[in-house]
Structure formats: structure tokens, C-alpha cells
């Protein structure tokens, strides 16, 4: 007994240590949480609340309806900018200073060495610089307005800091982010940093000259980098020869840029619809229009939603944090949507350095010195970096480490960029907060004159008339540039560099068409001849074709049709590749035993058969064909563009039409260059598909019949700095299964590339539609909710709305916001 007793004793006492030890750990824990709850919770804002401000004329009112939309009362516009300012600040403070770091390569100071090489290149375009000097550009009400938001996001700022709030939003706890002042020009290079996240020309350039540096046959290019082809629709020398330096140079392999990098990869270079009907296409008495932007998922979306009360009456629609402006959306008279234009505003040149002395560059009338200035990057935890800034005549330098540029730039030379949105007197703010007191088409056009970048299609329709027009600064190029902008050229020869800007006059127009109807989907919208050519590159050759169809489908609209064409997933490139890649596979196998890869192929190909082109989340199909589109661009050209493949993860359906319908011999394509046998187009079809059903089944399965489009392709509405924290992500990260893909009006651009290539990572951020037969019918959405507190309801409550292809109301009924409020703010006067 003693010796058990001794045992027990002992193990009795043991546990009941283990056990004190596990409560406290269990207590601390709850301790823990709570206190991070409670200090994130302090920076949830309270809507019902009558705060005492300084520097508005009079008391403002910001009545919050049930989705959280602000509606701006104010009886000043000044006073309304104030207010917009102040629910700005309210709801995404930390969205508005992370975008105003990026644009000053500040990011470093709070995140250290990661961000460094996204700091310098911001460094070195110095847009925050520019936008500094443009304040002084804008008329007189743009000032004023600049101004009254900033003196309302202010405001927030010193509410936040007097009273504790949580200092603004949960990520200041974990960030050491010091907050400035805001200031006018910080608006404006927000704008400037939205055109550089909607720019992708100068990609395409670099592109462009890498596949024609790697491809022996120059007839190739054009088949893989296809001009699109047709008059449009709305209603060169090989790079060897201009630099012989660059050839057989050792390529740079392309990677995805840093952390928070604002530069897009070409294919996510902003994407768009919109499109409007005149009184005789709409069954009402009004006109109609449709819009819905398309940007990469964020958590919070881009897009926040806004009314203001203005002189010249209310206005309601998609506002950017920090930018005080209703960029897309409706006032009483009009109505406006945007998209990207594709125009080329962008251009790459090479610079011959001095061989005596590399400070200076060769110009047409001999050699300069670069203008030099230095920049100091602090950041975290190290020392700070010292970049030296070098801008050419034709631009900022760029660094040869970016973009693969040390694979097309030959010894003894540097790259330049010339840039539309590089202007120190850019009047883009001007333009946009003009447009929200347009009372017609023809106003709203004029307003826009002076709007300089990112280039967008204005659409616009006021109760009787519609119209669309290019908006933005069009480089004026000589007709004997070498490479018509689409390569980078010799920076030093007068021809290829720009000869300024074109009038506005020479942007095209469409105002009531005799069709009655004038859209766009990025697509090309007119064949002009270089050099007043819109662009080389553009965004869609696939979505137009099934728009076209939709609105030619019915001899009037409605705002349930025009929503239809707005959620239709039907792919287009589907309908076209499929019959063509598949035409000697289907109905022509022998019967094959069950297990075997033949007898797998077959129910692949007796599946597709009998597909619409249907992007539905809960169908097989659009995954066996995604998958076997992706593993066939990849067999056609690994063989020619070696590691270069890579930078083609996604599919170029022009090229592989050219490819299977042999246009000027591009069935080149199918043979392997590296083996003895001839293969021919079927051959790699169906090598093709055997690949994808591996692939499939070993991410999802053998069972082809269970499949679903939506499992690999979930939204990624991942927050840009949370969304990487353990546990964290899981608060503020959004995903949803969803439908469409890269060609549908429903637009859902795939990832391209990693474990899951076909993840939903960019699209419809907002969707908008106005009918003026009844104004207060229009309905809009974003695609996740309108703060950027993760602990807010209203941080992913239109989320669900989104996904499902529903809207909230539209109105500029003051009662109904009032009747449906969940808070009333009061800024009143002290």
C-alpha cells in the first residue's frame, strides 16, 4: 500500500497542477481576446452620435441607411465634401493610409524590408510629387472641395486621437502607422496611383519584345500578340533589328511583383462594362445604363458607397476612399459609368548611356545629364536605403531589376517611361468632381475635357439622350515611330519620341446612335490608323461578341434585361475554341474498358458535347474545359518560349483560333520543335486533355460528373495585409464560390498560375444600373460591404448580395434613407 500510496500521491498532485496550469492558460487566453476585442471594438464607428467640428458653414447630417451607405445632408457643398471626408475617415481610415504610403514609398517605415522594392519604384515615378504640384492646377471649386474632405477626414483624425478610438482602425494596433494630416494633394495621388493599378501598356511592351527576341519565325508573333481584328465595335520592326545589343541576352525569368505592389501583371491591367439604351430600345420612356468596374478583390472592396447632397441637387454612386469625388454612379439629371479605355498612354524607350560618363543620356541633339535627385527609404528595423531618381526627357528611369527588363535592354543602357498620368499639372480631379454637376450629355462630355488619367470610356445618358466618349490624354505620336509604341524604341530619336498631346477633339464620340445603343467591354471601339490609333492592346476580344448578341436579342431593354447581361456567364471562347479543338476527338474514340485514360477522355468529351459554354458555379464542365485550355496554350508554346511560357498563364483564345484554323500557317504551333515526330493539332488537343484530366484528378478527384466550376473558382477577397496573418485571415478574409470566368459578361478573371490557377481574384468590385424612366428604381452594389473594420456587420454584408446577383436601392429619397437608418450622424458647429 505505501508504495501505491507513494505512486498515487505524487500523480494526484501532478494533476492537479496541470490542471491550475490549464485554467490559467484557458483565463489568460480569455484575457487576451477580450482585451484585443475590446481595443479593436473602440475603433467601431458609432453612427448615432452629434459630434462638434470645426470648419464647416453649418450642421451636417450623414444618415447611414440599413447596408451602411452614408447619405450626406448638407446645406453647402462645401459642407457635403466635409461630411464625405469625415464617413471616408469613419469607415476605411486604414484603406485611405495604406494607399497614400504606396503612392509616397513610405510602405517600408511600417513593414519593413518586404517592401522596400515597391517603395523605390514608387520613389522613382515620384507621383505624390507630381500630384503636389498639380493642386495648383485645378479651378477653383476643385480647391475648395480638396480642401473641405480634407478638413472632414481630419476631423475624423481628431475625434479618433482625443477620444481614443482604437486609433482608427484595428490594423494601427499592429502597424505602428503614424497619422499626418490629410491634404488636398493627397487626393489627387490617389488618382494618379488608380492610373498606375489600371495601366498595363508599357507590360505589353516588354512582353511584346521578350516573345520577339525568343521566337526564330517573325510571323509567329503576330500569332501568340494577334492585332484584334474588325473595324471595332462601340455602337513593326522585329525588336532585334532596333537593338541588335539585346539579342541571345540571358533572360530574366519573370515573378510576381512584391508585396502591395500597386503595378499590375497586363492581363490585370482594369477591366470593365458598361453600356446604354436610348428611349426607343427601352420599354419605359427613359433611357437606361448599365455599369460594373472591374478591379483585383479586395477585403474591403475598392468601391465605397455614397450620396451627396450638392447645390445642383443629390448625387449617389461608387466613391474611392480618399478621393472626393462620386466617380460612377447617378444625379438627378444624369446618370455615368466608366471603363477602361486601353488607350496607349504609355511608352518604353531606350536610353543610351554615355560610355565616358553615365550621368549623361543621348538626346537628338547629343548627350545630357539625367535630372538626379535622392530619396532616402526609412525602414523598419534596418537602415534606410538611399535610391538615386533619374528622369529623362522622355521619363522617370526605370530599374533593370523590374519587369524583366534586364532581358530586352542591351549594355550600356537604361529604360524610360513616358506616362500620361507623369504631369505636374494633371486636372483629372477637376474633371471627375465637375462631372457630378453635369446636367446633360453634351455638359458632361465638355467637363471631361480636361481629364488627363487612367484613361477610361465615359458613358453617360441624361433623360433623353446617351453617349459614350474616350476621356483622357491621348499621346501624340509621329507616323514614323519605329515601333509604333508597341516595343520599346531608341529614346533618342526624334521620331519615336512623343510630339505632346492631342486635342481633346480628336478622342472619339458617340452620342445617340441611329442603333440606339453604345457599349463597351474593353474592346476595341475603332480602327484608326497609327499614329492616331487608340491602341494595339486591348482588353477583350470575346465579351463583345455575346454583348452584341444580348442587346440585338431584344428589340427594347429593361432594367431586369440590362441586369440580366450584367450576371450572364456564358463563355463565349468557350463556344467558339471548344468545336474547333475538339472537332477529330468527338464520337470518334473505341470503346475503351472503365479505369483507362481513353474511357476518361471519353466522358470528358461526351460531357462538353453537351455544354451551353454556361460558367455555372455548380457545373463539371467548365472545369474540364478550363483545364484543358490552360494545358493546351501550354503545349503549343513551352517548346518555343521555354521559361517565357510562364508569363502566358492566360488564355489568348485568338491565338489558339489562329493556331486550329491554320491562319497563315500558325498550325506551326502544334508541332514539338524538340521531337522527330510531326505532330499535328489534334495530336496536342488530345495530349492536352489527358493532361487536364490528370491535373483534375489530382486536385479534385476522379469523379467528373461531381466537379464544380466554383470550388476552384472561389472569389479571393483576401485583406492586403491581414489576409496573410495567422488566424487573422480567417476574420478578414472573404471567399465564395462563384460563376463566370475570364470571357464572360459576368466577369471572374482567373489567377493563372500556383495550386489553384483558377481562382476568382478579379472582377465586378461594383454594379450599377440607373433607369430614368424611374430614377429611384436604379439599384447598385459592392462586392463586400462598406467598412473596412472586420468586426463591423457591414464589412462583408453586400458580400452575400454580390454573389448572388443582388442589388440594394439606388435613391435619392431622403425619406426612405431616414426610415431604413441604422445611425444618424450630426456634425454640427461648436
Excluded at 440 to 453: I, K, N, P
Aim: glycine letters at 8%; aromatic letters at 8%.
Amino acid at each position: 500500500m505505501k508504495t501505491t500510496d507513494g505512486i498515487i500521491l505524487p500523480m494526484a498532485l501532478l494533476f492537479r497542477w496541470l490542471l491550475r496550469l490549464a485554467s490559467t492558460a484557458v483565463l489568460l487566453g480569455l484575457v487576451a481576446v477580450g482585451l484585443v476585442y475590446y481595443l479593436a471594438s473602440r475603433s467601431l464607428p458609432d453612427y448615432d452620435k452629434t459630434l462638434a467640428v470645426a470648419g464647416t458653414t453649418a450642421d451636417i447630417e450623414i444618415v447611414r441607411d440599413n447596408a451602411g451607405v452614408p447619405h450626406i445632408l448638407a446645406r453647402s457643398d462645401r459642407d457635403a465634401f466635409f461630411g464625405l471626408g469625415y464617413a471616408h475617415a469613419q469607415d476605411r481610415l486604414w484603406q485611405m493610409t495604406l494607399m497614400r504610403r504606396t503612392v509616397q514609398g513610405r510602405l517600408s517605415e511600417i513593414f519593413g524590408r518586404r517592401t522596400v522594392e515597391t517603395d523605390t519604384l514608387m520613389r522613382r515615378l515620384d507621383l505624390h510629387t507630381l500630384a503636389v504640384r498639380s493642386v495648383e492646377a485645378q479651378d477653383g471649386a476643385t480647391l475648395d472641395s480638396l480642401a473641405a474632405y480634407a478638413a472632414g477626414v481630419n476631423a475624423r483624425i481628431e475625434e479618433v486621437n482625443d477620444r481614443s478610438l482604437g486609433r482608427g482602425a484595428p490594423e494601427f494596433f499592429l502597424f505602428n502607422a503614424p497619422l499626418a494630416p490629410w491634404q488636398p494633394a493627397d487626393s489627387i495621388a490617389i488618382v494618379k496611383l488608380m492610373s498606375l493599378q489600371l495601366s498595363g501598356q508599357f507590360r505589353n511592351e516588354i512582353l511584346r519584345a521578350r516573345t520577339s527576341l525568343r521566337l526564330p519565325e517573325a510571323e509567329r508573333l503576330e500569332d501568340i500578340l494577334p492585332e484584334i481584328p474588325g473595324a471595332g465595335t462601340a455602337a513593326l520592326p522585329e525588336y532585334a533589328q532596333l537593338f541588335p545589343g539585346a539579342k541571345g541576352q540571358q533572360f530574366a525569368q519573370g515573378r510576381p511583383e512584391g508585396p502591395l505592389s500597386p503595378v499590375p501583371e497586363p492581363d490585370f491591367a482594369g477591366a470593365s462594362n458598361a453600356w446604354a439604351a436610348a428611349t426607343g430600345r427601352t420599354a419605359g420612356s427613359g433611357t437606361l445604363l448599365a455599369n460594373d468596374p472591374h478591379l483585383g478583390f479586395t477585403a474591403p472592396s475598392t468601391w465605397y458607397l455614397a450620396r451627396m447632397d450638392l447645390a445642383t441637387g443629390g448625387v449617389i454612386g461608387g466613391t474611392i476612399p480618399g478621393v472626393p469625388a462620386i466617380l460612377l454612379g447617378r444625379s438627378e439629371q444624369l446618370a455615368w459609368g466608366i471603363t477602361s479605355a486601353y488607350l496607349d498612354d504609355q511608352d518604353l524607350y531606350i536610353e543610351e548611356l554615355d560610355p565616358e560618363n553615365n550621368e549623361r543620356y543621348r538626346t537628338p541633339d547629343g548627350w545630357k545629364r539625367f535630372r538626379t535627385r535622392r530619396s532616402i527609404v526609412e525602414i523598419k528595423d534596418a537602415a534606410p536605403v538611399t535610391v538615386t531618381l533619374r528622369w529623362t526627357d522622355n521619363g522617370p528611369v526605370l530599374p533593370k531589376s523590374r519587369f524583366d527588363l534586364a532581358g530586352i535592354t542591351p549594355p550600356g543602357h537604361v529604360v524610360s517611361l513616358a506616362w500620361t498620368a507623369l504631369s505636374d499639372t494633371d486636372t483629372s480631379m477637376s474633371a471627375a468632381i465637375g462631372l457630378m454637376k453635369a446636367d446633360s450629355v453634351e455638359d458632361a462630355f465638355e467637363r471631361s475635357d480636361t481629364y488627363v488619367a487612367p484613361a477610361q470610356m465615359l458613358t453617360v445618358i441624361d433623360d433623353e439622350s446617351i453617349g459614350m466618349k474616350l476621356v483622357g490624354a491621348m499621346p501624340e505620336r509621329d507616323a514614323a515611330h519605329q515601333s509604333k509604341g508597341r516595343m520599346p524604341s531608341p529614346g533618342w530619336i526624334e521620331s519615336n519620341r512623343w510630339q505632346g498631346i492631342l486635342p481633346d477633339s480628336a478622342n472619339p464620340r458617340w452620342i445617340d446612335p441611329e442603333g440606339g445603343i453604345v457599349g463597351n467591354t474593353n474592346n476595341k471601339v475603332i480602327d484608326r490608323p497609327f499614329p492616331r490609333h487608340i491602341s494595339y492592346d486591348w482588353g477583350d476580344s470575346q465579351r463583345v461578341q455575346r454583348w452584341s448578341a444580348m442587346m440585338q436579342g431584344r428589340a427594347v431593354h429593361t432594367r431586369d434585361s440590362f441586369i440580366e447581361a450584367q450576371l450572364d456567364t456564358v463563355s463565349p471562347a468557350a463556344r467558339t475554341l471548344l468545336p474547333l479543338i475538339g472537332r477529330d476527338l468527338w464520337y470518334t474514340g473505341e470503346a475503351a474498358p472503365e479505369g483507362t485514360p481513353e474511357r476518361r477522355r471519353r466522358r470528358a468529351l461526351d460531357l462538353l458535347a453537351n455544354w451551353n459554354g454556361e460558367m455555372n458555379e455548380h457545373l463539371p464542365e467548365p472545369l474540364i474545359y478550363a483545364a484543358w485550355l490552360r494545358a493546351l496554350q501550354d503545349r503549343l508554346i513551352r517548346d518555343d518560349l521555354g521559361p517565357l511560357a510562364d508569363d502566358y498563364d492566360h488564355i489568348r483564345p485568338l491565338f489558339i483560333e489562329r493556331v486550329f484554323r491554320d491562319v497563315d500557317g500558325a498550325s506551326a504551333w502544334c508541332d514539338v520543335v524538340r521531337s522527330a515526330p510531326t505532330e499535328t493539332c489534334t495530336d496536342i488537343a488530345r495530349l492536352a486533355l489527358d493532361d487536364a484530366l490528370v491535373w483534375i484528378d489530382e486536385r479534385y478527384g476522379s469523379a467528373l460528373e461531381s466537379l464544380r466550376w466554383g470550388d476552384a473558382h472561389q472569389a479571393r477577397h483576401d485583406h492586403p495585409v491581414l489576409g496573410e496573418v495567422p488566424v487573422l485571415r480567417y476574420f478578414t478574409n472573404i471567399r465564395q464560390s462563384t460563376s463566370g470566368g475570364d470571357f464572360t459578361l459576368q466577369r471572374g478573371l482567373t489567377l493563372g498560375h500556383g495550386r489553384d490557377p483558377f481562382a476568382n481574384v478579379h472582377g465586378a468590385t461594383y454594379r450599377g444600373v440607373y433607369d430614368f424612366a424611374d430614377p429611384d428604381s436604379s439599384v447598385f452594389i459592392s462586392s463586400t460591404g462598406q467598412s473596412g473594420h472586420f468586426l463591423s456587420r457591414h464589412y462583408d454584408d453586400l458580400g452575400q448580395l454580390w454573389r448572388r446577383g443582388e442589388y440594394i436601392p439606388m435613391s435619392l429619397d431622403e425619406d426612405l434613407a431616414r426610415a431604413a437608418s441604422v445611425g444618424v450622424t450630426r456634425l454640427v458647429t461648436p
